[in-house]
């Protein structure tokens, strides 16, 4: 009976196990289809976008013809490449502090047990929850009267002659913080809490838990936020709008004022370009990884 | 090496808010024990472990390692190693850089730690997966890695929490006996927790049985077994027959009465009660010998002997096992070994005696 | 400990600014509280004898808005460079003044703007000593309603709202009645879009119902917002952005919008037209100021441009780039005749005389905003 | 220093709180004593205030018609989001289980359509999705596949549409940030077991994902409800959303005040919704010994 009852079921188990395999491949087939779509979806207003930076007429909506003028008139128009400049550096400089102060706030919020924790909650989630207008209307007002202003400071770096806006930056780091460090912190919730005991108990002070096993375990998170603080700054309007002093302007504000007058395919040039940038960057980046030696790559490295 | 003990605990309280998780422990574990923390989840016993390695302070008491004071010492700083539960291995680096952090902590020169690692891979068969990572090995061969980890620091002392939890039971099983060689090939003084008594027992030099933060008992495992001194012990470890009743008279050999005209001698397991109070007299079913009403027991001791009728028989390979009824509502659970073939001696309903050695009965407080 | 730090440190700064923000100012403010309104002309700025001009100046203006080598001319001439920075509403620009920014020496609202910046003490008084090429103005723009004597602006560029149509699809609506009586057979029924705009939807309501566009009249108003309701079931969408490309790519027939938008639109697609139906519509003018918060040396600076900008050549080559009509009467030599002629820039004097300028309303703002409201939240009927 | 930390833990919390909390305070909360300040006064005719208490603004926000868009809001915002974890979800799995290097060029990939322009890409979304002339019914009516424009644009569809492509990432991202760590030998293991994959998902990846899948809804569900732009292109214009309500309180009605009290009481209620549902989600386990 035994014998019997092993037999019925070697064939069972292998039927089973090549249908699970069938099951898991369809699967994989199905992830990936989404995968793909999902990208579609992203890059489908993309193509659109790009395809109307050659179009020749003033219309961002309707097929004229084809023609590279956009770009002739992006590159002489110095306003424009200014603004660029001046919307990339103050994205950088506000996600590298934003990054750096709200992965702070994340662990610390993450991670303790404190009074006053309720009101720290409060405060991080206000800059996501307040209206984009408040906000840009209250820290107008506010960098009026306190005297903090809005004039540019002047700065002159190995020859460079630099404008810091810091009213906008300012503005920028308060909504990012929030932003890295929701981000962070829903990384560090499911975070392995031992992975540290085992770094401490293996002689590595704080310091170096800190260095050698949390920052590489929070990468995913803070890059996520990272990339979330870059692109909010970099596509911000209304707060960069109310905040920026006299003769400082960003891409979107360039871009928003030209609403009434209409948006020309000169901004769709200039986003395209951005767009070749970035893509050439990881293009890059990419290439680089192959050449060099397999470096543990830690979730996102840019 | 017999100057002073690896691990002392004096006192030990620990408190998290309003709730006690270790209850004024005090224990000593003696240089190269295999010592094991045995006792139900939630009792505390992980708690002590990283009470040892400083993962939690104590709210009083103090921990004493190797005869050092630790205070409140980070587990950086204290002479002892941890196996995880789930291993903790580092999943951004290679096996190999699993092993070597605590060397590189410890600023060992860069050729000592390659020796090292290596020596300590081969120790517990994983040389050629050092340049693997963690997520590409097996739970086996995982929990290899975490033990490697630890090992190649040459603790005075490895706390292992439950290291063997995650593994199936063949694996399990045979874990345990590379775990035990391993200990006795190197020499370090472990300390185990565990809630699985049969890897207690197999396993420990010595064992301390804790419950609600209390340690219950502390001893050889064969004295844990047949000497319980409460009801908690002698439940939790193996199987065991409570027979509920009053003092009926006291003196080195006691008497309890579980029924009218049922007094049973038997020895007192810890302090004496006063006649009339109510114990539990507790018998291991391995212990009681099934006859039938005319045979009598073995001549060499003092026996014990209660009429009987069986309720139900199991036969599982091994052994039969018998629930006699003495008086109604009072059972006990007889196992009887087959030793022949066809043991079945006795079917339900059939009036039987059951004899048991004197010093086998214990009598535990309420 | 350490949070009781905190909420005192919080109390702390509030309390600073509360008391800054409440106490009694000692000084004049850039932007002065509404009391002392009473008294605009008090804020002219002391006389600049011999201040010197600033050599770097920030003029806020619309987005595209004027040929950028107006600003090489001037460089060239005077040496004072022009940086621009740009606003995409009068709201946005007047906000952003109000709110206490600075360092703007010239701005450009349009005409009701400067109605509500004249007396909220936001704009300097001009020079006009510094202006000599004032006199090429127009004569009706020489005493515009809202600023009677360019006290303390100069208009820049003005055009009219009406409608806009593809006139190879439809006929050339004569009434505003396409909107408000819509006939749900026509073709441009579903195709058509309206200014997303309290004031301009509301003045063509009232145009066609025959009222003042400045009303402050609840029950004209009412009666206005009904039919801005009934008008919705037609309309395709409200658009102030890019209603004239929706009519050149085809997509509407029907546009409720600002003339020169739908002259642009012309380029793209040559059957775009523009009208100003039987009952009138809105006539604007955009003016260039110097708000009050300008330094002595950027007014002066902003004077000389403002001067450069009414040159008869440089007003025409505004114009040309903008396709507005000038306020400029010696620029009109300068440009084409076929541009002077066109009726969609330049209207007939009798459509102009059924042309109603948008002015502030005061308290009643807050009335159109609440009905303008109910108008979007309403259900499409 | 070990010593202090020991003995007062929060110490340790609060040193890591302090940029943050110092920064928030000073650049964040004390202006937004300035909007509450606000909401307390009377409107300037033409924007700013009069320095004139009041609770007028207050009683405002409870007229039926703003709170009839809160509710039009709401519903928006809710359907945003869970379309966006709907989407979300599956594409944070794909990039997950991608090799290493993949991922880090997926997780970039997804982040650069957003470095163009808003305007711009909105637009473009608008020539896609115009009634007569957009690029989706004009193939379809070619095609032969619909004989009459489908409804697209200038309605909920096309504002939610919009909504879901500009806050995927943010969805995305903290989802993805939880799901990296997933051990692929767990999934192995489990399904190995013989679980079923909608067991695997249900036992194992969704309740460690569950902090991220928080996270994005908030991102994505908070900006949603706020958003002013998208409703106003994509929609036609022609429904309001409290975006919309209360941006045009400062930049059409000049009414600083009542924009302000609008503000307070939409930001009010959306944290008192957002600590409560963290409360309920996060909560658990904690309690390690």
Redesign the interface.
Known sequence: MSSESITQQVPSMSRRSRW?RV??SM?EFS??L??WG??F??????V??VI?SFND??????W?GFTFDWYGEMIH?S?IILSLWNSLFVAVISTIISV???T??A???E?????????????????????????A??????????GIG??PWKVSLFGIRLAVPYSVI??H??FN?S?V???????L???????E??????????W??FW??TL??MM??I???A??A??LS??D??IT??TS?????T??????????????PK??A???L??VF??AL?GIS?LL?KGGDEE??????? | MSDGLAVELRQVVKRFGEVTAVESVSLQIQHGEFFSLLGPSGCGKTTTLRLIAGFEMPTSGDIIINGEMQGHLPPYQRPVNTVFQHYALFPHMTVAQNVAFGLEMKKVSKDEITRRVGEALELVHLGKMGSRRPKQLSGGQQQRVALARALVNRPKVLLLDEPLGALDLKLRKAMQGELKALQEQVGITFIYVTHDQEEALTMSDRIAVMSAGHVFQVGFPEDIYENPNTRFVADFIGETNFLHGTVHRRGPLAEIAIAENVILPARWASDELPAGSSATLSIRPEKILIASGDEKPPSDGEFVSVPGQVAEVVYLGTDTRYVVRIVDGVQTVVRVQNLEMGNKRFKVGDAVMLHWRVEHGRILKE | MKYKLTILFSALVVLGLVLTACGPKPEPAPAPAPEETEAPAATEAPVAEAVEPAKEIVFFNWSEYIDPEIYTLFEDETGIKVVEDNFSSNEEMLAKLQGGATGYALIVPSDYTVSIMKDEGMLAKLDHANIPNLGNLAEQFQNVPYDPGNEYCVPYQWGTTGIGYLDSEVDEPTSWAVFFDPDPTAPYYGRMTMLDDAREAFAAALVYLGYDINTTDEAQLEEAKELLIKAKAALAGYDSDIFEDLIASGENLMAHGWNGDFLVAQEENENVAYTIPQEGGVVWVDNVCIPISATPEQKAAGEMFIDFLLRPDIGAMLSDYNWYATPNAAAEANLDEEFLNDPAVYPPAEVLAKLQYIEPVGEAEAIYQRLWDEVKSAPTP | MQRLFARYPALRAWLLLLPAATWLFIFFIAPLFIVLVYSFLERGTYGGVVWQFSLENFRRTFDSLYFSTFLRSFYIAAVTTFICLLLGFPLAYYISTRPPQRRSTLILALMIPFWTNFLIRTYAWLTLLRTNTGLINVSLMSLGIIDKPLPLFGNDFAIILGLVYGWLPDMVLPIYATLERLDTSLLEAASDLYASSSKVFRRVIWPLSLPGVVAGSMLVFIPSLGAFVTPAILGGGKSLMIGNIISNQFLAAHDWPFGSALSFVMMAVMLLATLIYFRSTTSEERMQP
């Open positions: 699970a099951k898991k699967g992830l990936s989404y995968g999902g990208y979806f992203l890059y489908l207003p993309i659109i976008l109307f007429s003033r219309s961002t909506a309707q004229s128009d306003q750096v102060i709200g702070l706030a662990m610390a919020m991670r303790h047990v404190f009074r006053g924790k309720l009101l720290m909650d409060a405060v991080l989630y206000l800059p996501i929850i307040i209206p984009d207008i408040a906000m209307i209250m820290l107008l007002i506010f960098f009026d009267i306190s809005f004039e300012i503005s780091v308060a913080i932003f460090a929701i981000v962070v912190r829903a990384r919730a499911q975070m392995d809490r031992t992975l005991e085992a770094a401490q108990d293996l002689y590595a002070d704080t170096q838990t050698k096993v590489p375990m995913p998170g890059m996520g936020g990339l979330l870059f692109t970099l596509d309007f209304v709008f109310f002093g006299a003769g400082f302007n891409l979107p504000v360039r871009v928003f004022s030209m609403i009434k007058k209409g948006v020309t901004i769709n200039v986003s395209s951005m767009l970035s893509l990881i990419l990884r543990p790559t830690i979730g996102i490295g840019l």
